[in-house]
T-cell receptor
């Protein structure tokens, strides 16, 4: 099976812009979670989607949003980018049977200038 | 809220030797899962090993094994016969078995260096 894929891999944006990141889970996986990874804060949970519904949400401002499509692909959007949003954004998927175990994608490296 | 603590920011091991990475967690729950993930430099996060809290037997995956002490809330990772390819950031993670608020919580990570 193909692993979790994320596009784009690298992105440079300017403060105030918005950005959309995409994640394709492992085939058959219906749960997708998003994480922000920074040197200072480590890995922080953003949100989780299951069957197109947001199931859990982390402690991030409303500028961070996401959605999941019927094919389980997920997107996350960050509006009004701030310098502090520069990070590696990781997507992880899990199956219904092994829901507790997550498989990560390579991440999208976002740089905000 | 559940928290995961990795008290060793950096560790070093000689090739072919054994190293143990520490992890403690704080929870009031009885059912949960614990994980060790490996993140090589500029590469993808990989699941190394998983432990279900209801299992008393420690999980083992080839050269990787854990020492799970539920009462002490401790979950250490032992890497035997260390190889150069083991060099990476290692993250300990906790996930509740309850439906709500069961996002995965990660420790700050331990950077492992393997010396030839």
């Amino acid at each position: 099976k193909a692993g979790v894929t994320q596009t784009p891999r690298y992105l440079i944006k300017t403060r105030g812009q918005q950005v959309t990141l995409s994640c394709s889970p492992i085939s058959g996986h219906r749960s997708v979670s998003w994480y922000q990874q920074t040197p200072g804060q480590g890995l922080q949970f953003l949100f989780e989607y299951f069957s197109e519904t947001q199931r859990n949400k982390g402690n991030f401002p409303g500028r961070f949003s996401g959605r999941q499509f019927s094919n389980s692909r997920s997107e996350m959007n960050v509006s009004t980018l701030e310098l502090g949003d520069s990070a590696l954004y990781l997507c992880a998927s899990s199956s219904s049977q092994g829901w507790y175990e997550q498989y990560f994608g390579p991440g999208t490296r976002l740089t905000v200038t | 809220a559940q928290t995961v603590t990795q008290s060793q920011p950096e560790m070093s091991v000689q090739e072919a030797e054994t190293v143990t990475l520490s992890c403690t967690y704080d929870t009031s729950e009885s059912d949960y899962y614990l994980f060790w993930y490996k993140q090589p430099p500029s590469r993808q996060m990989i699941l190394v090993i998983r432990q279900e809290a209801y299992k008393q037997q420690n999980a083992t995956e080839n050269r990787f094994s854990v020492n799970f002490q539920k009462a002490a809330k401790s979950f250490s990772l032992k890497i035997s016969d260390s190889q150069l390819g083991d060099a990476a950031m290692y993250f300990c993670a906790y996930r509740s078995d309850y439906y709500n608020n069961n996002d995965m919580r990660f420790g700050a990570g331990t950077r492992l260096t393997v010396k030839p």
